[in-house]
């Protein structure tokens, strides 16, 4: 490669004064050289037979067949024909590969990249096993108070492989119809239906595991009806639901609910008919609804110990849908639901009553229950235990603060390290923590569920349970070498970065997991460089390696703040080995064209 892909760059200084940059695409790395003299005996050319020791014995690619590495070298002789800087071919030398071509190919991250494409996980364990790619007021396009309600980015995380949709239901201003609401704000409603219909069309565009719809449920008993009539339409066999008289104490396995489409709310009662239904801003509304639960800490009740936490609902639209209280069974007309509305329901959502402790029992019947970020954080203070041992058999959605009106989102990792399977986001908040929750779900081919590590699932004594907030002893070093980055200058124009020079690019890589895992370092800055080279290695100790992220960004460096130039994160446990092409995104999660990484990964 070299000098022959040599081009120059132009720059006006602020004197007006032309400067000239040469652009040379990088060399191979010496530790590619290495390995590719080691797997030809010293020879200048790579045969089929050679590829595939290289693949398997360096790469750790254990499944590559004699096949695949024939494959690799058809694509490379392809690009070979089509590159104009070959005018002779030595036909001696069709069916062996020199060590640039070799170069060039690991640099294909559709081939290369770091992590499996495959679903490679057990998926016929139950639902309560799997962390589960879960969106948070799904329907929204903006912010929490006046953004726009549309089926759109319920499109968009369908087609990014979310599969948790969360619908907020309310009766329209007449009452004779159903919408979709981010109740007590300034939003525009959408249409139930068209949510539904893009439900339908989009659930398994990029994953055939199950869809799970969680509802918000403010209706009243004949739109309940009107709503089961809906769903069961729309959806016809790819509804899947248990049966009246089916008392779930497991949930189903991801695998036997391939291409379906379940329900999650709170089965109602035979509670009261609440004619307080959302209008104008109203926020007196207490209605039999699934409500997503925004629970706040308060003073122990009488009841309780000192240590024990006590919840109480709030008002808004995201609040705890606990039990009615003494008072409202005392003061409030009940009323019989339709008992086809319960049978549609597959997880229920259920909180019993009584102390944090009692809200955590796992006898009988599976559930689920929903906190906001802030209950989660102060429960795991004092009933982790608890918390770990209730998400083994049943399911825990946690969402975002109300404070976050402007669709931001918390640390992932919070619910993670508690088993948390449904940790909702605001797709459209984009930011480090949306890049986490987008690392996680790469895993696993991508598929929306990725299973537990077992250290979540072990069953263990008093004296010796996981506790995410200890320091564990190091199980697992893991090696990351940074070699170069490549086609910043293919996707962006020459001044994108800086009007009067190239970029200066830096990594920086962090580790985010257990506390005692969580790291950070960064490269040094290449300066004036399209196609910066740092060869630098890094090294992490890891504890508990199953729940540790990569994260990685390259900068700009500026004298002010640092310009942003792709990042990606990578499920730890999940990295294969070997030289690997890795793909930077853009802020909003969305893949560059041609921007990506030369890295080595080894976990030992």
């Not at 910066?532 to 090294?539: K, Q």
């Not at 890795?582 to 990506?596: A, F, I």
């Amino acid at each position: 490669m070299g000098n022959s892909m040599a081009t120059h760059n132009k720059y006006k200084n602020f004197l007006f004064f032309i400067r000239k940059f040469k652009v040379i695409e990088p060399d191979p790395p010496q530790d590619l050289e290495e390995a590719f003299s080691k797997f030809t005996g010293g020879g200048s050319h790579m045969s089929v037979e050679q590829l595939h020791r290289f693949m398997v014995e360096h790469q750790g690619e254990e499944h590559h067949t004699l096949s695949d590495s024939e494959k690799v070298f058809e694509r490379v002789l392809q690009e070979r024909n089509t590159c104009q800087e070959t005018v002779k071919v030595d036909h001696h030398r069709e069916h062996e590969i020199t060590l640039d071509e070799l170069f060039r190919f690991l640099l294909h991250n559709d081939f290369n990249g770091p992590l499996k494409t495959q679903v490679h996980h057990d998926m016929g364990a139950p639902l309560s096993h799997y962390f589960i790619y879960t969106g948070h007021n799904s329907y929204l396009k903006g912010n929490q108070l006046i953004g726009d309600c549309s089926e759109v980015p319920i499109i968009e995380a369908l087609k990014r492989g979310v599969r948790v949709i969360e619908l907020d239901l309310w009766p329209t201003y007449n009452k004779d119809d159903i919408k979709v609401d981010h109740g007590w704000t300034f939003t525009n409603p959408v249409s139930v239906v068209k949510c539904l219909e893009c439900i339908k069309e989009y659930a398994f565009v990029a994953s055939q595991y199950p869809v799970i719809i969680t509802i918000e449920d403010h209706l009243t008993t004949d739109l309940r009806a009107e709503f089961v009539e809906l769903v069961t339409q729309i959806f016809g066999e790819v509804l899947y639901y248990p049966g009246e008289e089916c008392c779930l104490t497991e949930f189903p396995s991801p695998e036997s609910l391939k291409n379906r489409v379940i329900i999650s709310t709170k089965p109602p009662r035979e509670r009261f008919e609440s004619n307080q239904i959302k209008d104008n801003g109203n926020r007196s509304m207490l209605n039999e609804s699934e409500s997503s639960e925004e629970e706040s800490f308060r003073n122990a009740s009488p009841n309780s110990s000192r240590n024990e936490v006590e919840t109480e609902d709030t008002n808004g639209s995201d609040r705890d849908e606990g039990s009615l209280s003494t008072s409202e069974y005392d003061h409030k007309p009940y009323l019989e639901c339709s008992p086809d509305y319960k049978t549609i329901i597959t997880i229920h959502n259920r909180k019993l009553k009584g102390s944090l402790k009692d809200k955590l029992r796992t006898e009988g019947e599976v559930r689920r229950i929903s906190w906001s970020e802030n209950t989660l954080e102060k429960a795991s203070e004092s009933h982790g235990a608890d918390i770990l041992r209730f998400t083994q058999k049943n399911i825990l959605r946690v969402y975002p603060s109300a404070m976050r009106v402007k669709s931001t989102n918390f640390k992932p990792h919070i619910g993670w390290l508690y088993g948390v399977q449904m940790v909702a986001f605001n797709m459209q908040g984009h930011g480090k923590s949306l890049w986490l929750m987008q690392g996680m779900f790469r895993a696993n081919g991508g598929c929306g569920y990725v299973k537990k590590p077992q250290i979540l699932m072990q069953k263990h004594h008093c004296d010796n349970e996981f506790d995410p907030t200890r320091i564990q002893s190091v199980k697992k070093t893991l090696k990351v070498k940074v070699y170069m980055g490549h086609g910043w200058s293919s996707d962006f124009s020459p001044t994108h970065f800086d009007k009067c020079s190239p970029p200066d690019f830096f990594t920086k890589i962090r580790i985010i997991g257990m506390p005692g895992d969580v790291a950070k370092n960064k490269t040094k800055v290449i300066m004036d460089n399209w196609f910066p080279v740092w060869n630098e290695e890094f090294e992490f100790c890891l504890s508990v390696p199953e729940l540790a992220m990569l994260l990685i960004q390259v900068k700009d460096k500026d004298q002010g703040k640092d310009d942003f130039a792709g990042q990606t994160c990578l499920p730890v446990s999940e990295l294969k080995h070997g030289f690997r092409s890795v793909p930077l995104y853009n802020k909003k999660g969305e893949k560059y064209k041609s921007v990506k990484l030369l890295m080595r990964f080894q976990l030992q």
